[in-house]
């Protein structure tokens, strides 16, 4: 059965840093990617950037590039995003998604349970 | 990110059909994707490659595109199916989620 299992919630003060993780299980971790998506309060699904775990090849949307950091661990079969200096409005659930390309798409299926982070001075 | 616009919301009764558009120029040329997303859940996937539907995702579902305009379709909706609902494509690098569609069944 394909998991992704994320970290649990965050409450974090303006300024401080954070790393979420997302745990693939049930498949080969290093065929797919596996992509991060935020949702903020009573929002819709941002797509906020996406790693292939074998080689770490990542790429950002435009609206997040130099925002956060995504990486993976293949030997632990986890991906992780980062943020090195929280905002208020970093607060929102952030789901990580597994990928396969299909026809030149990146075609997400599996989704994560979602890591709520909470900025808040 | 492509645009995808679909309705912000639609409101059928139990056992009607529930239709949900996104309109958007990439689905002329690239599959779309539906996902279902009840309150305080993850999103579901429930229909891919525009009109196929994942094991376990009940045959009321079912997805059809025109052009530039993919549709879900829920034949018999029932008050389950309740939740917001994402069109979702992409091609190359750029990845694009509607903003989706609040589906109301009372």
């Known amino acids: 059965e394909v998991q992704l299992v994320q970290s649990g919630a965050e409450v974090k003060k303006p300024g401080e840093s954070l790393k979420i993780s997302c745990k693939g299980s049930g498949y080969s971790f290093t065929s797919y990617w596996i992509g991060w998506v935020r949702q903020m309060p009573g929002k819709g699904l941002e797509w906020m950037g996406i790693?292939?775990?074998?080689?770490?090849?990542?790429r950002y949307s435009p609206s997040f590039q130099g925002q956060v950091t995504i990486s993976a661990d293949k030997s632990i079969s986890t991906a992780y995003l980062q943020w090195s200096s929280l905002k208020a409005s970093d607060t929102a659930m952030y789901y990580c998604a597994r990928a396969a390309v299909a026809g030149g798409e990146f075609a997400f299926d599996y989704w994560g349970q979602g890591t709520l982070v909470t900025v808040s001075s | 990110s492509y645009e995808l616009t679909q309705p912000s919301s639609v409101s059928v009764s139990p056992g009607q059909t529930a239709r949900i558009t996104c309109s958007g120029d990439?689905?002329?040329?690239?599959?779309a994707r539906w996902f279902q997303q009840k309150p305080g859940q993850a999103p579901v996937l429930v229909i891919y490659?525009?009109?196929e539907r994942p094991s376990g995702i009940p045959e009321r579902f079912s997805g059809s595109s025109s052009g530039t305009t993919v549709t879900l379709t829920i034949s018999g909706a029932q008050v389950e199916d309740e939740a917001d609902y994402y069109c979702y494509s992409a091609a190359d690098n750029n990845l694009g989620f509607g903003g989706g569609t609040k589906l109301t069944v009372l």
């Open positions: 990439v689905l002329a040329k690239k599959y």
């Open positions: 790693i292939y775990p074998g080689d770490s090849d990542t």
């Open positions: 490659k525009d009109s």
